[in-house]
């Protein structure tokens, strides 16, 4: 059943995406070379926590993010193309279009874009309000 929400969240960001909207340009030399945030909200009943859904595309030729963790949960969903998603001291897995992983609070995590191909996903995080996104992994 979370799995079909996922889903349907997904396939409703994803029709509504213009142009102009995949055109904020990442900064950072690795990881996503695209992003968009669709929105960010205060989670109900708990306004000590965000819920944000973004989009990021992942160009192939790049180097991913580096390891890193979030102060929350985080749902990742493939889109398009896949993406090689390594927890930190597992053997790494790769993701295609419709394949979706959840990553707990805290987790050592990293992505990459190994395919010859672009790879779009998209993410639901809840996160605890007023922290960095990204936390590098020592």
Known sequence: ??????????LAATTTIT???????????????????????????DPSRDVRLQMQLHLPNR?????????GDQWEAVVEGE????????????L???ESV??????VHRNENK???PTRTIELLIMDKGKPQNTPAE
């Open 63 to 71: 180097p991913g993010n580096s390891f890193h963790t979030h102060s």
């Open 115 to 117: 395919s010859t191909q």
């Open 96 to 98: 295609k279009a419709g």
């Open 19 to 45: 142009p102009a909207a995949l055109a904020q340009t990442s900064t950072s030399p690795t990881g996503p070379a695209f992003s968009t945030r669709f929105f960010t909200t205060p989670l109900e009943n």
């Open 1 to 10: 059943m979370r799995k079909a929400i996922l889903m349907s969240a997904i």
């Open 102 to 107: 959840y990553i707990p609070r805290g987790t």
């Open 83 to 94: 993406i090689t998603f390594t927890v930190r001291g597992q053997e790494p897995r790769v």
